[in-house]
Nanobody, 124 residues
Framework: QVHLVESGGGLVQAGGSLRLSCAASGPSFNVYTVGWFRQGPGKEREFVAASTWSGASTNYADSVKGRFTISRDNAKNTAYLQMSSLKPEDTAVYYC?????????????????WGQGTPVTVSS
């Protein structure tokens, strides 16, 4: 099973940017789909973005399209989530996850390894 560690979260003003990182260790990272999810206060965990191992196929939640970009550097076993034009409603704990099954599903049940999360707070 892949071990995942997120970093890069913090406090940012609305309109600002952050880049989250997800460092992986364990089995070969470059065969996995990587997904980012988030869980806001009192909310269910929701899909944010996903990328196949090659980066050729990506998927984004409507709420982040045009503002967030998922990428990965398989040589570094690291995935990224570049977040721009942040809004207070983006405040959440952000998790990365991996799936060996291919595709870019937005279903959290599709993913089998999860990190511990990194908190992002966007102030108005």
């Amino acid at each position: 099973q892949v071990h995942l560690v997120e970093s890069g979260g913090g406090l940012v003003q609305a309109g600002g940017s952050l880049r989250l990182s997800c460092a992986a260790s364990g089995p070969s990272f470059n065969v996995y789909t990587v997904g980012w999810f988030r869980q806001g206060p009192g909310k269910e965990r929701e899909f944010v973005a996903a990328s196949t191992w090659s980066g050729a196929s990506t998927n984004y939640a409507d709420s982040v399209k045009g503002r967030f970009t998922i990428s990965r550097d398989n040589a570094k076993n690291t995935a990224y989530l570049q977040m721009s034009s942040l809004k207070p409603e983006d405040t959440a704990v952000y998790y990365c996850a991996t799936s060996y099954s291919g595709g870019v599903s937005n279903n959290k049940n599709y993913y089998d390894s999860w990190g511990q999360g990194t908190p992002v707070t966007v102030s108005s």
